[in-house]
């Protein structure tokens, strides 16, 4: 069985990413980019695809790129420093959770207002973002 060569294209083919992704990763330095040779394409290393699948599922769960690179330099063996970051996170994610539902109560209740009729002419959404209170 033959290797098929890891060009740019299969690699982010492999990774389920685009092409400008892996060049991206490139110039932010979270993916290495190989040599190119004289005649022919940079060929990439198999574990590449794991990074970058390493690198989209931590995005998913609200890291930044900075916090990826972090994360990619403590490595496997400092799992109380990646547990500290990763809290970290929550608890930031908790006051975003926290937010969006005041914010979702205050634009029901908007909303509610809107519909019922009884503004006068004056639309409650808008008023309410023009108040200066």
């Known amino acids: 069985m033959t290797h098929t060569p890891l060009t740019i294209g299969r690699l982010a083919k492999a990774a389920d990413v685009n092409v400008e992704t892996v060049r991206y990763y490139q110039r932010v330095g979270l993916v290495n980019e190989p040599v190119k040779p004289f005649e022919g394409f940079r060929i990439y290393p198999d574990e590449t695809v794991g990074r970058i699948r390493f690198i989209k599922r931590a995005q998913k769960l609200g890291f930044s790129l900075q916090d990826i690179t972090h994360l990619l330099e403590l490595g496997d063996g400092h799992c109380d420093d990646v547990r500290e970051q990763a809290e970290t996170k929550l608890t930031n994610i ?3 959770i926290k937010d ?11 909303v509610t207002e809107c519909r019922s009729g009884t503004h006068h002419g004056h639309c409650p959404i808008v008023q309410s973002l023009a108040d200066k209170t």
């Open 94 to 96: 908790e006051a975003q």
């Open 100 to 110: 969006l539902r005041a914010m979702r109560k205050a634009l029901k209740k908007l």
